[in-house]
């Protein structure tokens, strides 16, 4: 097994929303405002060799939507999904399957291309995976956060047939090497995938911990849905990380790939920070 990281490009969203209740004062001192109060963010994904299947955890935003959506986000880098497939020696069409951890769109965005006025899969001989409680979830979307369940990222991939789910139960498998994990808080039913990987253990945090910055326990985002449930998996899942020595893979941070925990006299902290090709 083989794990790339694959950059997508960068984008900004209100620093505020990022982390909740924790006053700027304090969170601009890890992650920098701007004069408008938005934040540079990640959108960094996973390829997974894995045998014969070429897994690509999550896809970013995409380029399909119009100018006004996205001149909200404020896009910007060099890197695109299909240039960091490429420095890697693969191409879009080499993908056997595309893991969703959840279907907000700067994580599933980059699914689905516009080819005139048809909607198709970007990754045309994948698989895509979900799981059926989320999908419901996304398709019948609440008021608060119908704004992130775009139906073009979403309803193309299951009209093209090449829609698959895997059961909502922690700790299902996914391959050999690859568990799934499920959190709640953020929204209903997110995936994480844990990937053994040269003897220690991978577990891709979606936006369970969207940077280094988000690691102390208060610091939710206010996107998450329901914030009480994101604590207590924050507890759960930050000891876990501890206790078993895990390498956690931030999707979002604008700077930082990995990094491992630690207990210390203020709480779980950060012990290292380093990239995955550094592991």
């Known amino acids: 097994m083989k794990l790339h990281t694959i950059d997508t490009g960068f984008f900004k969203l209100d620093g505020g929303a990022m982390f909740g209740v924790v006053p700027k004062a304090i969170w601009n001192k890890t992650n920098p405002a701007d004069d408008k109060n938005l934040c540079t963010w990640a959108m960094r994904c996973l390829l997974i060799e894995d045998g014969k299947r070429l897994i690509l955890i999550d896809t970013g935003i995409g380029n399909k939507q119009d100018e006004k959506f996205f001149s909200h986000y404020y896009l910007h880098g060099n890197a695109t999904m299909d240039s960091s497939l490429a420095a890697k020696g693969f191409h879009r069409d080499d993908i056997t399957d595309v ?13 689905v291309i516009r080819d005139g006025e048809k909607l198709l899969p970007a990754f045309k001989n994948a698989t ?14 609440n008021d608060r956060e119908k704004a992130s369940f775009l139906k073009d990222n979403i309803l193309p991939i299951q009209q093209s047939g090449r829609l698959k789910f895997v059961s ?10 690859i568990k799934i994990k499920f959190a709640y808080g953020h929204t209903d039913a997110m ?14 945090m979606a936006d369970l911990l969207p940077s280094a910055g988000h690691v102390p326990l208060p610091y939710v985002m206010a996107y ?3 914030p009480m449930k994101t604590l207590d998996e924050r507890k759960i899942y930050w000891n876990e990380a501890v206790e ?11 700077v930082n790939e990995c990094c491992t ?3 210390t006299e203020k709480g779980i902290r950060i012990k290292d920070l380093f990239k995955l090709e550094e592991m």
Do not use: C
């Open 224 to 226: 998450d849905m329901f």
């Open 191 to 204: 995936m994480l995938p844990l990937i053994n990987y040269k003897g220690k253990q991978v577990l891709y």
């Open 128 to 141: 895509y995976w979900s799981n059926r409680q989320h999908w419901e979830w996304a398709v019948n979307p």
């Open 244 to 254: 078993q020595q895990y390498i956690l893979y931030m999707e979002h941070d604008p």
């Open 261 to 263: 925990l630690q207990q």
């Open 99 to 111: 893991f969703l951890t959840h279907l907000h769109f700067d994580h599933v965005g980059g699914a």
């Open 168 to 177: 909502a139960q922690d700790g299902v498998s996914f391959t050999d090497d």
